[in-house]
């Protein structure tokens, strides 16, 4: 499955953005969905991820509250929605697909998007 995120930019912290990632190639729906973030010198990191109905939904600890992944099937896109971001927000995030189970680690994701980056300004 090819993957295409996009949605990224300059925001002043406090601000919000939507985060996008529309996947072709193969039936989206038999997919778990991901989004990651690697800031410059540090390991990627999980950030949230959602099953491939959609009921099933899960956050790091540092995004809980704020941010809030969904998806559409219909449209074979995910979605991240990041409200009250922090400068530590500041990130190349990306979208992966993994099987049908929700996974949480990078080696269990298949496939990857190339990144958008978000950056936060105080």
């Known amino acids: 499955v090819q993957l295409q995120a996009y949605g990224g930019g300059l925001v002043q912290a406090g601000g919000s953005l939507r985060l996008s990632c529309t996947a072709s190639?193969?039936?989206?729906?038999?997919?778990?969905m991901g989004w990651f973030r690697q800031a410059r010198g540090k390991e990627r990191e999980f950030v949230a991820g959602?099953?491939?109905?959609?009921?099933?939904?899960y956050y790091a600890i540092s995004v809980k509250g704020r941010f809030t992944i969904s998806r559409d099937n219909t449209k074979n896109t995910v979605y991240l929605q990041m409200n009250s971001l922090k400068p530590e927000d500041t990130a190349v995030y990306y979208c992966?697909?993994?099987?049908?189970?929700?996974?949480?680690?990078?080696?269990?994701?298949?496939?990857w998007g190339q990144g958008t980056l978000v950056t936060v300004s105080s």
């Open positions: 992966a697909a993994t099987g049908p189970r929700l996974r949480l680690r990078v080696e269990e994701y298949d496939y």
């Open positions: 190639g193969r039936t989206f729906s038999d997919y778990s």
């Open positions: 959602i099953s491939w109905s959609g009921d099933s939904t």
